[in-house]
């Protein structure tokens, strides 16, 4: 029989499962009230706060989190879910050390009780600390990371509420687990309890202000601390920068703030370790960091939708590494090319050329040679493609290039995407598209046999497609060349569905840019959608199924909870909806705003992977080469529809180390 959990595993499934719902969480959703005197404790000048609020249960009936969080069938699984793991926590520390069983008693109630309660996390750097040390205590502090612990004040602020003295009982009575080699002194009721740290001079202090509980490194973070709770100092609250960039994100409902002064960081580091500092602020300058004045991020809930803004300013700048936000703006009309009902589409905006310069100008600062080496690398690759990236490719493609998923191209969780990019020049993207399947035709590694029979990978044209003859390969990468576009999909199918589609001029997705789905003021650069309530449906349907091949394995090591309390379809369907994440340039900055349709920020991006796992995806190697029958001579079979005049051309006998899927 396989071992069963231990204690830590069974911890952290714990915390995961009261991070979910508003049984707890950090990023438990919804959120509930939000303590105003957290953002007043830290230093003015602070380089990293972040701050989240305390769970609420949910409304019953209301959209969104707020209703699946209060979903009775939701409810009870997470009750029969906390249950089972406090069992089976309690069984597996039963018969252990004294220690043990203490950590099984105390741990799970006080993890829940920290992930349900507000809290913030805050630190800075005290540069001339550092400086000092460094000059009475130069040897000790040679190393980075010691002259960083050196300077570094981080404080985490709980407000325990009603829960302050069960959890300051049960910090003390994990205090009597530590070693006696240590000798802590101990405090009456946590205050200012000292508890030493493997480091020169580290330590951490634990201290209880009235209902908050304070964790504090650093030399005077916990006076600090306690000024902002009696109101004695403004905090973050004085500092006009951070003020204006949280106005750039706030929501009514916020479940958790994030801040980091890039800027500041920079700075502080550069004046506390001296050579390096400067070396530091040098690579900053060099690559474009130094643009970043800072990030400002914000969760929250609008309209039951999980809402996350993050807030890049940058003063407008888009060089070195910021260039990666340099590409034209895109427009709504950009989107006539897909289907109104796609159920995926991912647009972006990529200056190809801008991006190429910056690389070349930071690699030349860095090192001549290697710049050297950048372009010698170019120049071999051009000459083995037989095109100039900068007087052929960036000439003839443009900035914008999408990928979509449609029912009505045969798509089911992105099983048929398109991929298209944009044509500049019309021209040049055909001769540069000739000549790149040329490349392709003369690496494929067709193969002819005696008689009747032959063995291979063939592409046959003018929709291009690669036919491979013998081998259970289940892709057929298929490439076409419009007017507008450069189209690429993994099977012939998809793209002759698409072009189809284009041809009949039916409605497309640009339709509901703007106005369905509503998006931020700017430029926008990239744009994420994702139908997350059919998709949910869609994997919903085997959940049952594979629901009991999981509890029925979790009961046979002693997880006593089984596949009724898996939800219904019914306790989560009624409060999903779409997702959507858009990226827009505004004239100082760059904005992120994402909205999740599940219960977790991020969700578009879980969804995927959920996804492309569910499709049995399997990693790609190069050099592998096919063994297959050989037929007779392929010819083009498949129709042209709604694309620019092309003629067929008969596939030559062709070879290749061509992509395999791996077992």
Not at 368 to 386: H, N, R, V
Request: net charge positive; charged share 20%.
């Amino acid at each position: 029989m396989m071992a069963g959990p231990g204690p830590m595993e069974l911890l952290i499934l714990m915390m995961m499962s009261g991070g979910l719902f508003s049984s707890g969480g950090m990023l438990g959703m919804p959120p509930g009230e939000r303590d105003a005197a957290l953002v007043k404790c830290p230093p003015a000048d602070s380089v990293i706060y972040v701050e989240w609020s305390s769970r609420s249960f949910g409304k019953p009936g209301a959209p969104g989190i707020d209703g699946l969080a209060a979903d009775p069938e939701i409810q009870l699984f997470i009750k029969n879910l906390d249950q089972s793991i406090r069992t089976l926590v309690e069984q597996e520390t039963a018969n252990g050390q004294p220690e043990e069983q203490i950590l099984g008693k105390v741990l799970p109630p006080l993890i829940k009780s920290l992930l349900v309660r507000p809290g913030c996390l805050y630190a800075d750097l005290d540069a001339k600390a550092v400086v000092k040390l460094k000059e009475e205590d130069g040897p000790e502090l040679q190393s980075f990371a010691g002259m960083v612990m050196a300077g570094l004040r981080a404080t985490l602020i709980i407000n325990a509420g009603k829960d302050a003295d069960a959890m300051t009982k049960q910090i003390e009575q994990l205090l009597d687990l530590v070693p006696p080699q240590l000798a802590i002194e101990r405090t009456q009721n946590l205050q200012r309890q000292k508890i030493p740290l493997p480091l020169p001079g580290g330590q951490l202090t634990v201290h209880r202000h009235k209902n908050y509980l304070i964790v504090g490194y650093g030399k005077g973070t916990i006076d600090t601390a306690i000024a902002g709770l009696t109101g004695k100092s403004k905090g973050l609250t004085s500092n006009k920068r951070f003020t204006a960039a949280m106005k750039r994100v706030a929501m009514e409902r916020t479940g958790g703030v994030t801040w980091v002064d890039v800027n500041g960081l920079v700075t502080k580091v550069s004046q506390a370790l001296g050579a390096q500092g400067a070396m530091i602020a040098g690579m900053a300058k060099m690559t474009g960091v130094d643009a970043i004045d800072s990030i400002a991020s914000c969760t929250g809930v609008v309209d039951g939708q999980i809402t996350t803004k993050n807030y890049v300013i940058t003063g407008g700048r888009t060089d070195g590494v910021l260039s990666l936000f340099s590409g034209r703006a895109i427009k709504s009309a950009d989107f006539s090319q897909i289907p109104a009902d796609a159920d995926f589409v991912l647009a972006g905006s990529l200056s190809a050329p801008k991006i190429l310069d910056a690389v070349r100008d930071i690699v030349g600062k860095a090192d001549p040679q290697s710049k050297e080496f950048l372009e010698a690398t170019l120049q071999q690759l051009e000459d083995e493609l037989g095109v100039s990236f900068d007087k052929d490719v960036f000439q003839a493609f443009g900035d914008l290039w999408t990928v979509y998923d449609s029912p009505s191209a045969g798509g089911v969780l992105l099983s048929a995407p398109v991929l298209a990019l944009e044509i500049r020049d019309a021209k040049k993207a055909n001769m540069v598209f000739t000549q790149l399947m040329k490349v392709f035709k003369d690496a494929l590694p067709g193969e002819y046999g005696g008689g009747r029979r032959r063995r291979g990978v063939f592409l046959a044209q003018s929709i291009f497609y690669v036919n491979t003859v013998g081998n259970d390969v289940p892709v057929a990468p298929s490439f076409c060349l419009t007017e507008k576009q450069l189209i690429v999909t993994l099977h012939p199918q998809t793209l002759k569905a698409h072009l189809r589609f284009l041809a009949a001029k039916e409605k497309s997705f640009a339709a509901r840019v703007g106005k369905e789905l509503k998006l931020p003021e700017g430029e926008l650069l990239s744009l994420t959608y994702f139908d997350t309530k059919s998709l949910v449906r869609y994997l919903y349907a085997m959940a049952p199924y594979f629901g009991q091949i999981m509890f029925s394995k979790m009961q046979q090591e002693g997880f006593p909870m089984d596949v009724f309390s898996l939800p219904s379809a019914r306790a989560i369907l009624p409060y999903v909806g779409t997702s959507l994440s858009a990226t827009v340039r505004t004239k100082d900055g760059i904005l992120v705003d994402s909205q999740s349709a599940l219960p977790i920020p991020g969700g578009s991006s879980i969804i995927l992977s959920l996804s492309m796992q569910f499709l049995g995806m399997r990693t790609i190697r190069l050099g592998q080469n096919f063994e297959v029958p050989r037929l007779r001579q392929p010819r083009v079979v498949v129709p042209i529809v709604g694309r620019a005049k092309t003629k067929p051309v008969k596939a030559p006998e062709v070879r290749l180390q061509w992509l395999r899927l791996a077992p």
